[in-house]
């Protein structure tokens, strides 16, 4: 659906909800979600036909027998053969619902993301906007762990370069067409909020209050998330590599000042037996071997950019 007629037709929106043992949350979310689409649909934002798609991620609980429960017209479900992670998850969905839909939201199954503000989502769309994402205002209800090295590790991103919207998760509406552009992205190591970010378009955010789970326990204990974290700055950016190059620069610097302390003391007659040779050895040959390290990590940096196969532009108008 083009933007234009986006005002005057009703849209009709998949939902996707990954789940990882889920069982006891899947009931209750299914009323709270249908009963929001049922509200959108007497507001006109959406038609008839939207649908609520889980994608159970090899849960190893009742998970999919629970989703089975609830299937029916208006909630289907996909089972993935083994548990291939959160972002897997997520992108299957798609897969799944491309074509199907005119956009979709990816919310987590304990809805500890707001999903009253799928109505907003999808006003957001109806201006116009292909990506729309769902902030987190207020995390209080988060452990102060997570907040916290939530907030750092927005700040890493965005100190190596990464475009990336600060508390936000997996919660948003793709669009159709911004989702045909997301599908393109081959890549094995998936970062879907980064790769969401940088697909440009029209974008806008939506705020809500984080919750509490409703029942289950999180699926990202502290090392996960660690895990999580790296592989998203691991596959945006290469300046980590790059570092290693100036680290060893400063390093040469370094001995450079340490050769002339030495010469100045020298001439002042008071050289202390093997520390010169041997202190500016330590300093020179780590800057060489750092800068070496640095020049080789700047080819692999570039093999890797490129193995990614990502597209390299898209027209998002012609006239
Ligand atoms: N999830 C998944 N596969 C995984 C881990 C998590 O599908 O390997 C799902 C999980 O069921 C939930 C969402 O991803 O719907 C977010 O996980 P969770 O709520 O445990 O993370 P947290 O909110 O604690 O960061
Ligand atoms: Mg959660």
Redesign the pocket.
């Known amino acids: 659906m083009d933007s234009n007629s986006r005002e005057t037709t009703r849209a009709l929106l998949a939902v996707i ?6 069982a006891d ?1 899947i009931a209750a979310t299914t009323t709270t979600l249908l009963s929001q689409l049922e509200e959108m649909e007497r507001e006109g934002l959406v038609s008839c036909e939207s649908f609520i798609l889980y ?5 190893k609980d009742a ?1 999919w027998e629970e989703i089975g429960k609830v299937s029916g017209k208006r909630v289907k479900g996909i089972r993935l053969s083994r ?4 972002q ?3 992108l299957a969905g798609m897969e799944e619902v491309a074509g199907k839909c005119d956009c979709c939201v990816t ?4 809805l ?1 993301d707001d999903p009253n503000v799928l109505g907003e989502m999808m006003r957001k769309y109806k201006e116009g906007s292909e990506i729309v994402f769902g902030v987190r205002r207020d995390r209080h209800t ?1 452990s102060w762990m ?1 907040r916290t090295s939530a907030a750092n590790f927005y700040r890493v991103m965005r100190g190596l370069g990464v475009e990336c919207v600060s508390n936000h ?2 919660f948003r509406l793709v669009s159709a067409l911004a989702m045909e552009d997301l599908l393109d992205y081959t890549e094995r190591n998936l970062f879907l909020r980064g790769i969401v970010a940088q697909l440009g378009y029209k974008q806008d955010k939506v705020y809500y209050d984080r919750r509490r ?1 409703t029942a ?5 204990p502290f090392m ?2 660690l895990d999580f974290a790296i592989d998203g700055i691991t596959s945006f950016s290469v300046r980590p590599v790059r570092m290693l190059f100036w680290i060893g620069l400063v390093f040469m610097l370094t001995a450079a000042v340490i050769g002339v302390y030495a010469i100045v003391r020298h001439f002042q007659g008071e050289t202390i037996e093997g520390w010169t040779s041997l202190i500016l050895s330590i300093w020179f040959c780590t800057g060489v071997l750092l800068i070496g390290l640095g020049i080789v990590g700047e080819y692999i940096g570039k093999i890797y950019i490129e193995v990614k196969h990502r597209p390299r532009y898209r027209i998002s108008e012609k006239i």
């Open positions: 909800v990954p789940c990882y043992d889920e949350v994608v159970d991620d090899g849960s998970t548990r291939c992670g959160h897997c998850a997520l919310i987590d199954a304990d500890q988060d997570k998760a997996d789970r289950g326990y999180s699926k990202y996960r998330m």
